[in-house]
């Protein structure tokens, strides 16, 4: 597990990386990230002064709970894991993130330390966005603030809808839910879902076992709404599953 810091502007000593400088551009991958695409070349610059390229291999924590927040990450590539962890190696996946997505913005306006992990699935590039170059791109743009404030809405609209889903919906109607995510409602050709993660994983993103995960879905098949083969889910009729209570 390896975690390289490639320097742009400064970035917090951290026990869990080694360090190598050199003098990169940044405003490419940063522009091409949802959170900064409207802000102009010069805006751009501002961010990228207290920015950092982070390589990491699969498996490596970026931060642990109770370590203090001193930016955040936007994934350029790779996948990364934010769970919490219990006794005995238990641990609870709250969210899986891939290209494009941002963590651990929310601490920064509350001052406080992080309440659980990051952990990459995959070998990933990352940029890491310093707390004083965030609250200064704030504070001169307004624009800029509207769009992390729409941001942190739609992440909070997740998480209540996650909250529903644990509280009121059986675990197959979770794991219908979680496939059909990104499916337009009346779809009606076969398509194919592609699980972000292993079943391991997914399962403990909807707070069910892997076998109960394993299980659902060999039920699902069963019944002709689903194909598995590996990570891939093939929908044979988004509608019928949809409605489907098992």
Not at 7 to 25: E, L, R, T, Y
Not at 60 to 74: A, D, Q
Not at 113 to 121: D, I, K, N, Q, R
Not at 162 to 174: F, G, H, K, P, V
Request: proline share 4%.
């Amino acid at each position: 597990m390896i975690l390289i810091w490639i320097k742009v502007g400064g970035h917090p000593a951290d026990n869990h990386c080694s360090v190598a400088s050199s003098q990169i551009q940044v405003q490419e991958l940063l522009k091409n990230v949802s959170l900064f695409g409207e802000l102009v070349p010069e805006e751009l610059d501002h961010v990228a002064a207290g920015a950092a390229q982070v390589r990491a291999d699969a498996g490596t924590v970026l931060f642990r709970r109770g370590e203090p927040c001193t930016g955040f990450y936007v994934i350029v590539y790779g996948q990364v894991k934010l769970a919490f962890s219990g006794t005995e190696g238990a641990e609870k996946v709250v969210e899986i993130l891939g290209p494009g997505q941002s963590f651990g913005e929310p601490l920064i306006f509350v001052d406080q330390p992080h309440v659980g992990f990051a952990e990459t699935l995959t070998d990933s590039l990352l940029l890491w966005i310093g707390k004083p170059a965030l609250l200064a791109e704030i504070d001169r743009n307004p624009r800029f603030a509207r769009k992390m404030l729409a941001d942190l809405a739609q992440r909070l609209h997740r998480l209540i809808a996650d909250i529903e889903a644990y509280s009121l919906m059986n675990s197959t109607q979770r794991v219908i839910r979680y496939l059909l995510r990104d499916v337009p409602a009346g779809a009606l050709a076969p398509l194919d879902v592609k699980l972000p993660a292993t079943k391991g994983v997914v399962a403990s993103r909807l707070s069910i076992t892997r076998e109960h995960f394993s299980r659902v879905l060999h039920e699902l098949c069963a019944a002709g709404l689903i194909e598995v083969s590996g990570r891939t889910v093939r929908v044979i009729d988004a509608v019928r599953l949809r409605a489907w209570e098992g």
